[in-house]
């Protein structure tokens, strides 16, 4: 017994403690305080966790969008009658020939009710029903459909704002104003009422900035948007309407018009246009295009950088639809094969963590049995 004890404490300190048994002590405590964070986190990862309570606000709903961090305390409307006011006076100054004041009138209206009394017609000597009409008259209020208050109520109707919203009618104040600068004085009226409403009230990612930057490379194809008669001669409303109706459906960055002024005049140093619905058509492309702005701005570059097309004032809307047809679908090829060759890389990590685990664990396995046969051949040498 005391030559194992000597034999053990010899292997301490010849291989074990080499260092010194502080050391290792050390050593330990660092593991310990290892140990102990581990288990505090695996305690606190094990509690039960409660769902958030679950309901939909005023302000959610006519917002259209849940509030993502369960707060609705700090996203109440911040703005006050003395700023929507203020909106509505810079609208005015846009709109100065419009009215303003007179909201309508009553109106007298003629009806005629057809009431029943008991006849008598002695030749037959029979009494029967027969209807008597009667002029009834009544006054009703009927609006002035010219009225901008009343065209401006019919929108916060429309998109469910209610009368204390004041931040969300502010918006479509000043979209209104963002449009309306585009439109003829004497017009305005007109315009806002047939054919700028609708896109107030489905107004989508729209804003006036936006208006703004379609305005302007509205003006870099041809000229600054002039509306004053809907469809008819010398009027830009339904070109611009479509430049609108891609601000509506896409959130258009910087970026994103950047590429389409750049690309308007390569085309423009390509080709003379008299006409320019195939200028605008190719700018429409370009600003609601699939692709990311890193491939837009790759696509657009390499087409105007290229001799292969033959680019004229009649064909270049089909040439260059057709190119950014086929390079979209080029890209969403290149898309799904890099995420199927990443499924793949993430299965062969998988796998080849198992087996390293695998063979980790025989290692330290076959260690365990060296260091063993290094004990038992250690015992023997000094037996």
Do not use: C
Not at 97 to 104: M, N, Q, R, T, V
Not at 144 to 151: F, G, M, S, V
Not at 239 to 262: H, K, M, P, V, W
Not at 294 to 309: G, H, I, N, P, V
Request: hydrophobic share 35%; glycine share 4%.
């Amino acid at each position: 017994m005391d030559k194992l004890k000597k034999f053990l404490n010899s292997f301490e300190e010849d291989y074990l403690f080499r260092y010194g048994k502080r050391s290792w002590q050390v050593i330990s405590l660092i593991f310990f305080f290892i140990l102990s964070y581990t288990v505090i986190q695996y305690l606190w990862n094990v509690r039960p966790s409660s769902r958030e309570e679950v309901s939909i606000s005023k302000i959610e709903f006519d917002r259209s969008r849940i509030d993502y961090d369960f707060d609705i305390t700090n996203d109440m409307d911040k703005s006050t009658l003395a700023d929507y006011n203020k909106a509505l006076k810079g609208l005015q100054g846009e709109m100065p020939s419009a009215e303003w004041k007179d909201l309508g009138d009553s109106v007298e209206h003629t009806e005629y009710d057809y009431v029943p009394y008991q006849a008598y017609n002695p030749y037959w000597d029979f009494s029967y029903t027969d209807y008597r009409r009667v002029e009834r008259k009544y006054k009703v209020f009927e609006k002035n459909r010219d009225a901008i208050p009343n065209i401006l109520e019919d929108i916060y109707e429309a998109k469910g704002i209610d009368s204390l919203q004041y931040s969300e009618k502010i918006k479509v104040l000043n979209l209104a104003k963002a449009m309306v600068a585009y439109a003829s004085k004497k017009e305005s009226t007109e315009l806002l009422r047939d054919y700028f409403k609708s896109y107030l009230i489905y107004s989508g990612e729209l804003t006036p900035k936006m208006v703004e930057q379609l305005a302007a490379v509205f003006k870099k194809v041809d000229r600054k948007p002039y509306l004053h008669d809907p469809y008819g001669e010398n009027d830009d409303w339904s070109e611009f309407s479509s430049y609108l109706s891609i601000g509506q459906d896409d959130s258009l960055t910087q970026e994103r018009f950047d590429i389409a002024n750049n690309s308007i005049a390569k085309l423009k140093s390509k080709v003379k246009f008299k006409e320019k619905e195939q200028a605008h058509f190719v700018a429409r492309v370009v600003l609601g295009s699939d692709l990311t702005n890193e491939d837009l701005q790759k696509a657009t570059e390499e087409f105007f950088a290229s001799k292969d097309y033959k680019l004229t004032e009649k064909n270049t809307g089909e040439i260059f639809g057709k190119y950014l047809s086929l390079f979209t679908e080029k890209a969403a090829l290149a898309d799904q094969l890099l995420a199927e060759e990443k499924a793949q890389k993430e299965m062969n990590r998988s796998q080849y963590y198992q087996d390293g685990r695998y063979a980790f664990v025989a290692i330290i396995m076959i260690a365990a049995i060296l260091i063993l046969f290094s004990i038992r051949q250690i015992i023997k040498s000094r037996g």
